[in-house]
Each structure stands twice: as C-alpha cells, then as structure tokens.
C-alpha cells in the first residue's frame, strides 16, 4: 500500500503519524497526518519536528534493518516513535508517535478548534520555517499547507517584500519575547485583502523563545467601514461637501505649501443672500433643495484637487489649489450665474443670490483661521455694500 493510502487510514483513525525518508543520514518529513501536526502544535515549547527527527537521526539504526523498530525521548515529553520501513522504498518509512496516556484527547480539542478558526494561524521555527498551518492559509494562499512544511516563505513563493517584513516582524518577536502586530495587504485567491496579524512567542521550558505563533485576521470590511466613517465625520450630511472642521485641516495643509513657495492658493467665501426668505417661502425642505443644489454646482465648478465645503447654514467656501486671484474670480462669477438659476419645485428660477469674497493666500496669513476671516470680511463687505440680492458680486 502506498504512503499516501497508509496516511490517509491512520488519519482516519485519528493517529498521529507521518511518512519520514532517510537519506544520506538524514531524516526528513515527506508528509504528515493532521492529528500529528495537532500534536506538534499543543506540545509547542517542549517537542517540534526538528528535534524529533534530530533524536531518529541520532538513533536510527546504523547498519540499517528491515524490519519495525522504536526510537524513544531522551526526556520530558516521554514519546515514543515506532517505525515501520515501506515495500516500495528501503529509505521511506511510516512513523507512528505515542505519548503518554492523557495527552491525545486534549491534543484533539485543541487541534479542532485552531484546525476550524476562520483565522489563519501558523507557527515558524528560529529558521522562519513553517512548523503548522492551518486550512484557512491553504485558502487563503490556494497552496496546500502539507507543502509549506519545513519550508519558508520564501521558499513557497511569499513575495520578497512581504516575506522579508513577515520574517523582520518574527525575528523581532524571538528577540524581544514580546508580541508584535502588523497590517498588511495580500493579494490572495479572493482578490487583495487587508489583514491584521498578531506574532507571538511561544518559550521552551528553559524560557527561550522557540517558535512564533502567527494569527492574521481579514479585516478588509472592517477598513472599509473604518473609512466610510472617518468620511462622514468629515463631511456635511445634506451637500456631500467637506465640513467645518475637515475645510480648515485641509485648507491648513495647502497655506503650509504656499508658505514654502510650493504653489499658490485662492479662497472664497460664499453666502446666500436672504435665505431665511427662501426658507419662508418654500419651507425648510424647499431651503434644504437649494442648499443641495449649491453644494452640486460647487463640486462641478471645482476639480478634483480643489477643496469645496460648507462651513454652515448658508456659507460655503471653496479653496481653488494653484488658482490666481483672478482665475479665481472667474470661478466666483460662473458660480453666482449658476446659483442665480436655482428653481425649487418648478422650472422657474426662484432668483437666489449670493455675495462671494475672493483673495490670494499670502504671507500675512498665517494659519487657515487667518486667510477664512481675511476672506470671510471681504464677502461681508459685498453683502452689505449693495450687492444685488438676485446678483453674484464678488469681491
């Protein structure tokens, strides 16, 4: 019977096995039972694949045998390995681990529930060679995770990029005996995730760090939300615009480039004029339909490096990146055009107007706050200057 069949039997009976080869005298695992790697992974710390087949070297026959033969533990944990050579092979034999009476039914407990986390969890050896995986990584990855055993990340085809951060973040992990979380994006069989995972240390009896256990969480749809809600705490639920306080950290950000003569930078300040008549006249629902439409025309008149917000009721603002004053009045001036074109529930316009104040960040502004009041004048002075109440004046 071939290994692969003997496997799959011993398998089925829930035996901790693997199929070993000795070449050159030295012992290697082809393949392994699952309740096997169950084992390696509940005795973490006290007995992994290297130094079991580190202990069948040592004691493995030297004038060879063909017949079953035991090795057993030096120490704590006290197994025991009987192996029995293959017909096909005089180098392949099937491996059987015992452990002493008490072990195996909280192994499998154990084994199940990593073997059924939706996570993907691993283990990795001094060597950043993977000593288990779980089904999740196969998964995740579309390579079985039979074949990643005793290999490294680099040796089953992790990108060089992110195996060498994954091996950085181990290796600190084995230095420090602390955890370590890392972010990152994988492009896997589902398309690029975004996952967090977690390395921590698993110690030896002596206190050393022996191996790393690694758990990586999909948070993709946690990120995504994330960003929903960090976009909706930064803009005016009624418009779409940016709000007060997104405009003002924004606006900061391009004044600091100005100042380092890195661009230049236009803003205006605009206000409706007698919108608590439009309010009168249509209801709050007819002024929520014009202050809607004052935030479309704002976006269509601005590009994509632009910044358009409203600061509140009927004031708004749009800051015109790498604009001249004059560009930016022309701005202003089709703006007003198309809010003066305003109609609420008919084809008529209801004849809004609105007073705009325009000026070119210089060096006397010297923070955001400073430049908005500057402009926020200018508009107030054309509102109560007489700035036609249908018009677009701008100053």
Known sequence: MSPNRWLAALAAARVPAFHCRRVVGEVTIVSRTPEFVGVMQALAGRLDECSLLSRLDDQWPETGTDGSFTIAAAHDPAWQCALQP???????????????????QPNDAFFSIVENLPDVVTRFDRE???????????????????????????????????????????????????????????????????????????????????????????????????HQLEQLAGTDPLTSLLNRRSFIARLGTELDRVRREQGELSLLVLDLNNFKHINDRFGHAGGDQVLEAVGRILLSETTSHHIAARLGGDEFCVALIDTDEAAARRVAQRIGERVGNIAVDSAEPIGVGVSVGVARADTQDTTALDLLARVDKLMYQVKFGGADETGSNCR
């Open 86 to 104: 293959l017909d096909d092979d005089a180098d392949d034999h099937l491996a059987i681990l015992s452990l002493p009476a008490g072990w195996q």
């Open 128 to 226: 950043f060679r993977y000593r288990y995986a779980n089904p999740p990584m196969a998964r995740l990855t579309g390579i079985p995770h039979e074949t990643r055993l005793g290999r490294t990340q680099f040796e089953v085809g992790t990108s060089n990029e992110l195996a060498g951060t994954f091996q950085a973040t181990y290796r600190q992990v084995f230095d420090t005996g602390e955890p370590v979380e890392l972010e990152f994006d994988y492009p896997g069989t589902t398309g690029l995730r975004h996952y967090l995972g977690r390395a921590t240390p698993e110690f030896d009896h002596e206190g050393r760090v022996a191996t790393v256990l690694s758990v990586v969480r999909d948070i993709t749809e946690l990120k995504r939300l994330q």
